[in-house]
């Protein structure tokens, strides 16, 4: 089958409605729309939807949350208690109740993420129910009618990403500290060469949702035994430390949030993606698959 070019952009003030805090055009921090904080209470669980981009599809969908209370010393994130989820589709219909799966792998201590396979065939505001320690926690989620950014059959965009030899005006090319060392090739000059490539956008310094440090952190660990299979590359997101302007790369990959990776098979066509926040266990589930010689690599 022939792939698919990159889908139609959509834009992205169409997630203002979804409870992403919106900076530079780009969703960073990722929250349940109209939930209240304010009264504290350490039993009662709130969810943080961390699904920035779901679409209307046929096929199942990554969808990830995770889960927090609100404490004397503000808002934390709850510990690892067993999750089941179901969702409404908006002529309200419920799918069936399911297991979650918990991936802290990498994470801090508390910061883990829910995940389950969910499929959502129709645009629209979807409601949701969590079920986790005895209590149910209702919530929504934005479905759009196409797709942001490269999905799965897509040929990923060749834009050249900033390296240490050409910066592409972006400064700094890396706000973890240390720098981590993935940057210096260029998506450009990787893509379809030869090698799979998996590409992670994320801005240790600057996410609000604070979940791109670890996830770099776990992304250098992870990749590291598998680097001379394939090409791994970090790519910021902002062009300065206090700036608002996206990295080039990160427009021309129309990207609606981060962090998240993707894995790009030799021909240069997107196999895999994960957003929002993950651990190292889905990271190395994807980077396996696309090292399987059936996926193109």
Known sequence: MTPA????PHSRRAFLG???TIVGGLATALALPGTAFAAQDETKYFPLVLSPWLYANADPQRTVIA???STSKGIQYASGPSVKIRFRSPDGTWSPLVQTTYDRVGLPKGRGVYVTDATF???GVWKAEARAGGQKIPFSLQVNGTPAGPVAGDMAPTAASPTTTDTLGVNPIC??????PLHTESLSAVIGQGKPVVVLFATPARCQS???????DEFLQVSEPYRDRAHFVHVEIYKSATGTTL??????????????????DTAGVVRSRLEGAFGGTEMQQE???????????
Request: a negative charge; one cysteine or more; glycine letters at 10%.
């Open 5 to 8: 070019p990159l889908s139609q």
């Open 18 to 20: 979804t409870g992403l």
């Open 67 to 69: 889960l927090s209370h």
């Open 121 to 123: 065939a129709t645009p």
């Open 175 to 180: 706000t973890r500290d240390p720098q981590c």
């Open 210 to 216: 604070q979940y791109c440090a670890p996830v770099l």
């Open 247 to 264: 990295v080039p790369t990160v427009d021309a990959w129309q990207l609606p949030g981060e962090p998240t990776m993707f894995g790009i």
């Open 287 to 297: 980077i396996d698959a696309l090292l399987k010689p059936s996926s193109g690599g």
